[in-house]
């Protein structure tokens, strides 16, 4: 399987692909969209899916331009899309994004999957940090977290009940997965499921 990160004004953006077929997926389209395309291009992928972990403004800034040229389908959670559309239109008031509103293609729901050639994607819900947050596990060790679980940290949240459901869905969801699994964040360093299970400050009270 191929990975590569693209680090754009302090978010990950992911391009993954079989090395097989040369289908690719893009998760979260940060911003400059023509560094996103032009690694793709390098890579000799066909995008087969735009993936977005949650609609954040900083996570969706080159959705627009790589969209209109791959083609590919906007994927998110369901409960996420008016996220999404609240972050295109403040992104509409900007010179270099002139979409209102992108529609999305498919909404993904818990247990889901993305396909592109060999590789597959599952579809983890991790409310908290946003209710439609999602992670996105690729057999069989490596999971894509967004803005959920960080190297020695976790996702914001903006009231005790979103924490408390941000804690859940990482408990549930991503600390119970195996613990060599390789995490790759929204923001900063890639971890590991142990280390962060071990000694996440944020965690290790739990």
Request: with cysteine.
């Amino acid at each position: 399987m191929i990975i590569r990160t693209l680090l754009l004004n302090m978010t990950n953006c992911y391009i993954i692909g079989c090395e097989e077929t040369k289908e690719g997926i893009i998760v979260d389209p940060a911003l400059d969209g023509q560094r996103i395309l032009k690694k793709v291009e390098e890579l000799g992928l066909r995008i087969k899916a735009i993936v977005l972990t949650h609609g954040h403004v900083d996570h969706v800034g080159a959705l627009q331009e790589v969209r209109e040229a791959t083609r590919a389908p906007v994927m998110l959670h369901a409960d996420e899309v008016a996220e999404m559309d609240e972050s295109i239109k403040e992104l509409s008031y900007s010179d270099t994004f002139r979409a209102s509103e992108i529609p999305v293609d498919r909404l993904l729901q818990d247990g889901g999957k993305i396909e592109a050639g060999k590789v597959t994607l599952e579809v983890i819900h991790t409310p908290g940090h946003t209710s439609g947050s999602i992670c996105l596990k690729a057999a069989p060790d490596i999971v894509f977290t967004g803005d959920t679980l960080f190297a020695g940290s976790i996702g914001s949240v903006g009231s005790q009940e979103e924490f408390e459901q941000l804690i859940s869905s990482i408990q549930t969801k991503l600390l119970v997965l195996p613990a060599g699994t390789k995490i790759y964040p929204g923001h900063g360093p890639g971890s590991i499921v142990d280390v962060e299970k071990r000694n996440n400050p944020m965690l290790m009270m739990l």
